[in-house]
């Protein structure tokens, strides 16, 4: 019987690509348990491998650090920020699949963080971009 972490198989996945999913929720769920064990409290990465699933076994303290240690491999991986949730098959093929499409369309992840807002009072401070301001700054051949 399958547990919890492997319910909700996306329609049409294949099965190579639905033991991906499951090898990458199985990597992140040990290092989350293995951290609740240990007692750590700082969030830590996990680099898995886009075409096998596999991890190095390592959990690191930033995402800088796991493309660093990946050395030249670096663009064949995904790094993943544990979550003290967990994390499911489902929620891992969704990653895997995101990370391969950006691969696809040429995005190359190095050492640098996102840099993604997570505190809302930040946000007033991000210019918004409004449908005019966009049209003007546009390049149009046709003008």
């Given at each position: 019987m399958e547990g919890e972490v492997y319910k909700d198989r996306p329609p049409g996945l294949s099965d190579e690509d639905w033991d991906l999913a499951r090898r990458v929720a199985d990597a992140v769920n040990l290092h989350i348990d293995a951290s609740?064990?240990?007692?750590?409290?700082?969030?830590?990465?996990?680099?898995?491998?886009?075409?096998?699933?596999?991890?190095?076994?390592?959990?690191?303290?930033?995402?800088?650090?796991?493309?660093?240690?990946?050395?030249?491999?670096?663009?064949?991986?995904?790094?993943?920020?544990?979550n003290p949730g967990?994390?499911?098959?489902?929620?891992?093929?969704?990653?895997?699949?995101?990370?391969?499409?950006?691969?696809?369309?040429?995005?190359?992840?190095h050492e640098e963080e996102p840099i993604i807002p997570h505190r809302p009072e930040i946000l007033p401070i991000i210019p918004r971009v409004t449908l005019p301001h966009l049209r003007n700054r546009l390049w149009r051949p046709d003008l």
């Open positions: 609740e064990m240990t007692g750590r409290t700082k969030p830590g990465f996990v680099a898995v491998r886009l075409n096998d699933g596999s991890s190095d076994g390592v959990l690191y303290d930033s995402r800088a650090d796991a493309v660093r240690a990946q050395g030249s491999e670096n663009y064949r991986c995904a790094y993943i920020k544990l967990g994390m499911s098959a489902r929620q891992a093929w969704v990653v895997i699949y995101g990370y391969r499409q950006m691969y696809d369309a040429g995005a190359r992840f």
